[in-house]
């Protein structure tokens, strides 16, 4: 370890930002939180990768339903709860 760092040239925050992705705040259950920080580790990934492959995967069925129903589906907060709770259920 060196004696001194020159921080000189540093820069405050995120030193490269992720293209295609928005920063939130969400509020979720301590135990979904948990069950996904568990599968997540086991397969290698970020708990939030795993949260955001589950959500997009909630929006292309009701994507796909959508079509073959021919009328739009919105996702909701409702939808979302249910598919986290199968989604937990399952794993």
Do not use: C, W
């Not at 490269?16 to 580790?41: C, N, W, Y």
């Amino acid at each position: 370890m060196r004696d001194e760092y020159d921080f000189s040239k540093a820069k405050r925050g995120a030193v490269t930002p992720s293209p295609g992705k928005t920063r939130i705040t969400i509020m979720l259950d301590d135990d979904v939180i948990e069950h996904f920080r568990v599968q997540a580790e086991a397969e290698g990934v970020g708990y939030q990768t795993a949260i955001n492959a589950l959500l997009r995967g909630a929006m292309t069925t009701a994507s796909t339903a959508s079509i073959t129903k021919r009328e739009p589906k919105a996702l909701t907060v409702a939808t979302l709860r249910r598919v986290l709770r199968e989604e937990l259920q399952l794993g």
